[in-house]
């Protein structure tokens, strides 16, 4: 029997089954849309609690830094634990500049845009008058940046001494010396004195010295002679109040030198002495003899800011140095001298004669030549002013009157004709004396940036090429008597030391001192200046580190600017200062990507939430008080050991290296700058006090009227300027090298 299947068809079940599709669809389309708008403010959320976390943690970050630079003495340590939620630490090397500069003139400004970011140049503007020169300096402020000393082919000693005190942690330094294919190392404690003869093989070649710390490095040849001595705080003239000093055995003189009545401490073998000296003539001078059967280093400190001279072997007549003018340059309108016994030999590089005005006495220096004075001259009374028409240079000599020429015994160096201190790219003398006739004059020619090629002309035609990767130099024999004559044909700036007879003395400087370049202009607007450093802005920090090291870029910079005053083309205008300070960064998500919170110099700054910058805590006291200002910046850096990005939590070790005392003096007017995007965050902060002040409400940017307010007020672009109505500026300005060594937590 055939059975038939019937397909039975229920249309109410097929609707209610398709109904439930339709619904849960309906609930997942719901779903979707909540989670579109709900993800988002989750993620808002956890970002905000990442940004309140990090800022948390870096407020203690940026608490226990200003400290340490404010409070703690090199070795000083802190310890701190960083943790990380979701997002990751890194450090950041763009935008690292920080810069503050000091005008010594009045109604004068001097600002920089773009300094401190790794690279060879930035723009600088000053428009309050004709520019002639700058020079910059190696502050060397982080640990990997080596001092480094040469010193010429000579046969002669080295009298070494510390320059540190209590700003670094190093109680003695490694010294390693480089003698051709020798290379000796010697550990000099903080008060000790290393005495080494040169040269160290039978050969004589150049010597060059590397050093953790700053060092006080006299070269003596036979029986020495005469030099200045840097002062331990000098300030922007050149002069300072405390000296540490290696004096070689035998008779030696110290020579103080100030423009007032001055009171002189000084300590020998813990005995200490004060005595006082009273103005005489146009100044004041204290000498001291001591009588040594070893090098012994004595400290002196002055109740004026003075300069510091050293005779060695006072008897003889051997010694010749350069005479800073009272602005602390080498070519000037006003000097004073005392009446050491000697000559002066003064040099006008100028075409025109120029007249010089000795207490009443007048004497006359033909153009484009040079002078000999017996000193002191009869009639004058103490120390003496000289003054001059123009520009003129000088050296003051032990060496005999009677001697022909213009060339005297001891070490000193050619004065530049473009900048007015020891390095530059125009050189003139006269190169005449019984030296010449003996092989006793010699000179040598070292770099003062990072490359140079120049050429000589007159007594003798030479060129050459100095390279600071290969640490080149020249030493030459010029030859006959004539002019002598030398110029920059290409790159930067050199120095040319004078080495005559076989006896003198001078201090040995750092080769990161005194790079100087012309600027011969005047100008409103912003010029760009050239560093005499490699660009070093797309290495790594690693390669920044080898860069220190070997000094082929600086670690923080003084900038000296030179221009015309109302006598003198060669005036101290304006100091500036920058450093180079990398930012800690915190980097996480929300709703948006590269939210971070930076602590950078003692400040911590966020673009959260919306990605605009703003300041969230700063650990500084750098309003100031009335006209005192005070700022104590601390410059954060890792170790090479340190961990230096990822997502752990990290235990923190900050220690202080050392500090560098850059200011301290009463100033015309002080500005300041922060490179990036959180420049103005914190120049803002800094000027918030300002809207209290009637008078700026009433005449905005109207300083002269701006009588109710002293503290900073914002320039906008990262910039701003310290105000204090009526009144000059007490500025203090120093950097603290910190150490940032992070470990992994339980590593």
């Given at each position: 029997?055939?059975?038939?299947?019937?397909?039975?068809?229920?249309?109410?079940?097929?609707?209610?089954?398709?109904?439930?599709?339709?619904?849960?669809?309906?609930?997942?389309?719901?779903?979707?849309?909540?989670?579109?708008?709900?993800?988002?403010?989750?993620?808002?959320?956890?970002?905000?609690?990442?940004?309140?976390?990090?800022?948390?943690?870096?407020?203690?970050?940026?608490?226990?830094?200003?400290?340490?630079?404010?409070?703690?003495?090199?070795?000083?340590?802190?310890?701190?634990?960083?943790?990380?939620?979701?997002?990751?630490?890194?450090?950041?090397?763009?935008?690292?500049?920080?810069?503050?500069?000091?005008?010594?003139?009045?109604?004068?400004?001097?600002?920089?845009?773009?300094?401190?970011?790794?690279?060879?140049?930035?723009?600088?503007?000053?428009?309050?008058?004709?520019?002639?020169?700058?020079?910059?300096?190696?502050?060397?402020?982080?640990?990997?940046?080596?001092?480094?000393?040469?010193?010429?082919?000579?046969?002669?000693?080295?009298?070494?001494?510390?320059?540190?005190?209590?700003?670094?942690?190093?109680?003695?330094?490694?010294?390693?010396?480089?003698?051709?294919?020798?290379?000796?190392?010697?550990?000099?404690?903080?008060?000790?004195?290393?005495?080494?003869?040169?040269?160290?093989?039978?050969?004589?070649?150049?010597?060059?010295?590397?050093?953790?710390?700053?060092?006080?490095?006299?070269?003596?040849?036979?029986?020495?002679?005469?030099?200045?001595?840097?002062?331990?705080?000098?300030?922007?003239?050149?002069?300072?109040?405390?000296?540490?000093?290696?004096?070689?055995?035998?008779?030696?003189?110290?020579?103080?030198?100030?423009?007032?009545?001055?009171?002189?401490?000084?300590?020998?073998?813990?005995?200490?002495?004060?005595?006082?000296?009273?103005?005489?003539?146009?100044?004041?001078?204290?000498?001291?003899?001591?009588?040594?059967?070893?090098?012994?280093?004595?400290?002196?400190?002055?109740?004026?800011?003075?300069?510091?001279?050293?005779?060695?072997?006072?008897?003889?007549?051997?010694?010749?140095?350069?005479?800073?003018?009272?602005?602390?340059?080498?070519?000037g309108t006003e000097f004073i001298i005392p009446p050491l016994s000697g000559s002066l030999?003064?040099?006008?590089?100028?075409?025109?004669?120029?007249?010089?005005?000795?207490?009443?006495?007048?004497?006359?220096?033909?153009?484009?030549?040079?002078?000999?004075?017996?000193?002191?001259?009869?009639?004058?009374?103490?120390?003496?002013?000289?003054?001059?028409?123009?520009?003129?240079?000088?050296?003051?000599?032990?060496?005999?009157?009677?001697?022909?020429?213009?060339?005297?015994?001891?070490?000193?160096?050619?004065?530049?004709?473009?900048?007015?201190?020891?390095?530059?790219?125009?050189?003139?003398?006269?190169?005449?004396?019984?030296?010449?006739?003996?092989?006793?004059?010699?000179?040598?020619?070292?770099?003062?940036?990072?490359?140079?090629?120049?050429?000589?002309?007159?007594?003798?035609?030479?060129?050459?090429?100095?390279?600071?990767?290969?640490?080149?130099?020249?030493?030459?024999?010029?030859?006959?008597?004539?002019?002598?004559?030398?110029?920059?044909?290409?790159?930067?700036?050199?120095?040319?030391?004078?080495?005559?007879?076989?006896?003198?003395?001078?201090?040995?400087?750092?080769?990161?001192?005194?790079?100087?370049?012309?600027?011969?202009?005047?100008?409103?607007?912003?010029?760009?200046?050239?560093?005499?450093?490699?660009?070093?802005?797309?290495?790594?920090?690693?390669?920044?580190?080898?860069?220190?090291?070997?000094?082929?870029?600086?670690?923080?910079?003084?900038?000296?600017?030179?221009?015309?005053?109302?006598?003198?083309?060669?005036?101290?205008?304006?100091?500036?200062?920058?450093?180079?300070?990398?930012?800690?960064?915190?980097?996480?998500?929300?709703?948006?990507?590269?939210?971070?919170?930076?602590?950078?110099?003692?400040?911590?700054?966020?673009?959260?939430?919306?990605?605009?910058?703003?300041?969230?805590?700063?650990?500084?006291?750098?309003?100031?008080?009335?006209?005192?200002?005070?700022?104590?910046?601390?410059?954060?850096?890792?170790?090479?050991?340190?961990?230096?990005?990822?997502?752990?939590?990290?235990?923190?070790?900050?220690?202080?290296?050392?500090?560098?005392?850059?200011?301290?003096?009463?100033?015309k007017e002080v500005r300041m700058g922060w490179n990036g995007k959180y420049g103005n965050?914190?120049?803002?902060?800094?000027?918030?006090?300002?809207?209290?002040?009637?008078?700026?409400?009433?005449?905005?940017?109207?300083?002269?009227?701006?009588?109710?307010?002293?503290?900073?007020?914002?320039?906008?672009?990262?910039?701003?300027?310290?105000?204090?109505?009526?009144?000059?500026?007490?500025?203090?300005?120093?950097?603290?090298?910190?150490?940032?060594?992070?470990?992994?937590?339980?590593?």
């Amino acid at each position: 029997m055939n059975r038939m299947n019937t397909l039975i068809s229920d249309q109410k079940a097929a609707n209610s089954a398709i109904a439930t599709v339709l619904m849960f669809a309906g609930v997942m389309s719901i779903i979707s849309i909540m989670l579109v708008s709900i993800v988002p403010v989750i993620n808002e959320l956890q970002g905000a609690i990442e940004s309140s976390d990090a800022v948390s943690q870096f407020e203690d970050l940026s608490e226990y830094e200003s400290q340490l630079a404010q409070r703690g003495l090199p070795g000083s340590s802190s310890e701190m634990q960083i943790e990380p939620v979701l997002g990751k630490l890194e450090w950041d090397l763009k935008d690292t500049g920080i810069w503050f500069s000091s005008s010594w003139k009045d109604n004068s400004e001097l600002r920089l845009r773009n300094a401190g970011n790794f690279d060879n140049q930035f723009d600088i503007r000053y428009p309050s008058g004709k520019l002639s020169s700058y020079c910059m300096d190696d502050l060397h402020l982080q640990f990997e940046s080596k001092w480094r000393y040469e010193i010429p082919p000579v046969l002669g000693n080295l009298i070494i001494a510390s320059k540190s005190h209590i700003t670094s942690s190093i109680t003695s330094s490694s010294i390693t010396l480089i003698q051709g294919e020798n290379e000796l190392t010697y550990s000099l404690e903080l008060n000790s004195v290393l005495e080494i003869n040169l040269p160290i093989e039978n050969s004589i070649e150049k010597t060059t010295i590397i050093s953790d710390v700053e060092l006080t490095i006299m070269l003596m040849l036979g029986n020495g002679g005469v030099t200045f001595i840097k002062p331990n705080n000098p300030n922007h003239n050149d002069l300072g109040t405390i000296w540490k000093i290696p004096l070689p055995a035998g008779n030696n003189q110290i020579n103080l030198i100030s423009e007032d009545e001055n009171l002189i401490n000084l300590i020998i073998d813990d005995e200490e002495i004060t005595e006082k000296v009273n103005r005489i003539g146009d100044g004041s001078i204290w000498s001291k003899s001591f009588e040594f059967d070893e090098p012994k280093l004595i400290t002196l400190e002055s109740s004026r800011n003075s300069k510091l001279l050293l005779q060695t072997n006072v008897n003889s007549n051997y010694g010749t140095t350069n005479w800073q003018s009272n602005n602390g340059l080498m070519l000037g309108t006003e000097f004073i001298i005392p009446p050491l016994s000697g000559s002066l030999i003064i040099s006008n590089n100028k075409e025109d004669s120029t007249q010089i005005d000795i207490q009443g006495a007048g004497f006359s220096v033909p153009g484009d030549g040079m002078y000999k004075l017996e000193w002191p001259i009869p009639g004058t009374n103490g120390v003496t002013k000289v003054s001059s028409q123009s520009d003129i240079s000088i050296k003051w000599t032990q060496d005999n009157i009677e001697n022909n020429g213009f060339l005297s015994s001891g070490i000193s160096y050619l004065v530049p004709k473009d900048t007015g201190q020891l390095s530059g790219q125009k050189f003139s003398t006269m190169w005449t004396g019984d030296y010449t006739e003996n092989d006793e004059a010699h000179i040598y020619i070292t770099l003062a940036g990072s490359k140079a090629s120049f050429n000589f002309s007159g007594v003798f035609n030479a060129s050459g090429n100095l390279e600071s990767t290969s640490g080149n130099s020249y030493y030459l024999n010029p030859g006959d008597n004539g002019k002598l004559n030398s110029n920059v044909t290409s790159g930067q700036a050199i120095k040319i030391m004078q080495i005559i007879g076989d006896s003198g003395i001078t201090e040995i400087r750092d080769k990161g001192f005194q790079r100087c370049l012309p600027l011969k202009m005047i100008a409103s607007g912003w010029i760009n200046i050239e560093l005499p450093w490699y660009d070093v802005s797309e290495l790594t920090l690693a390669g920044i580190r080898d860069a220190w090291t070997k000094g082929d870029h600086h670690s923080g910079i003084r900038i000296q600017l030179i221009g015309e005053s109302d006598t003198s083309e060669y005036s101290t205008l304006a100091d500036a200062w920058v450093v180079q300070v990398p930012a800690l960064k915190y980097v996480f998500t929300s709703s948006i990507r590269n939210l971070e919170v930076v602590e950078k110099g003692g400040f911590v700054t966020t673009n959260h939430p919306e990605g605009n910058p703003s300041l969230s805590y700063s650990a500084l006291a750098a309003k100031g008080n009335e006209n005192l200002l005070g700022v104590h910046i601390p410059v954060m850096m890792p170790t090479t050991s340190s961990i230096t990005s990822g997502s752990s939590n990290v235990n923190v070790q900050l220690k202080v290296i050392q500090t560098t005392f850059c200011t301290n003096e009463n100033t015309k007017e002080v500005r300041m700058g922060w490179n990036g995007k959180y420049g103005n965050s914190i120049t803002n902060w800094l000027s918030e006090d300002i809207e209290y002040s009637d008078d700026w409400i009433s005449y905005p940017n109207q300083f002269d009227l701006l009588s109710d307010y002293t503290g900073w007020v914002d320039r906008s672009n990262g910039e701003a300027v310290y105000h204090s109505p009526n009144k000059n500026i007490d500025f203090t300005l120093t950097f603290t090298a910190i150490s940032f060594d992070a470990k992994e937590e339980g590593g």
